[in-house]
């Protein structure tokens, strides 16, 4: 009798197990990557000193996005999951070689480039940052903003987020890191009849629907949104020059 009670509790127990660890799968625990944002990211800046005596913490959170299942998400939360992918392993990536550089493109080979390079495990899979944004975000998202949410860890990049993206505030997200980019003046401003915008727009123009300064029209706001308007469509572009320097 008493040993029955005991198979029954230990085989209640084991389905209580099996159901948390199913539901688990169904989201991602980015716990441990929100505190790291937090602290070691300030302002438009990282502070990769310190995120280096974090790495080990980093790398628990890596070994939790390699070992998810992306069948168990849709939607935003696939969306955030791969956003958030591109930038901790972008972090990882400058802390393999930090503080021995000062810019990310002093990663890689001769005729290799840090996105080309294969580093990032997922389910079993090796793949580049080029892959992440080229292969997944980009055309199977098909969201310009995406282009404000990944950083290349460059001060010319839109800042990264001292947050996790989560699926049920992507859009709010999306359009705060777009707005934010747009109406700072380092990033978007006009001289005479030039609108000086970010190579960003340039560099994927197609995303933009080969119209840049609908898009820019779109998020500004404030002296930006007033200078566009007295414009209207009689405004040049003119595509900045890329501060590659470490975000730090």
Known sequence: MMNNFKYIIGLSLL???????????DTIDNQIYASLLKKHVIGKRVNYDEFKKDEKL???YLAI???TDVKSLSGNDL????INVYNAFTIKLILTKYPGINSIKEIGGFFSNPWSKKFILLRGRTVSLDHIEHDILRPKFKDPRVHFAINCASKSCPPLLNEPYEGKTLETQLDNQAKSFINDKKNTFI???TLFISKIFK???KDF???PLSFIKRYASGELKEEL???GENINLSYQTYDWSLNR
């Open 15 to 25: 389905f209580l197990f099996v159901a948390s660890h199913c539901m688990a799968m």
């Open 58 to 60: 980093l790398d628990k």
């Open 65 to 67: 996005l390699s070992q």
């Open 79 to 82: 969306f955030a999951f791969y």
């Open 191 to 193: 001289k005479g009849d």
């Open 203 to 205: 560099w994927f123009k």
């Open 209 to 211: 629907s080969d119209n």
């Open 229 to 231: 308007n007295s414009h």
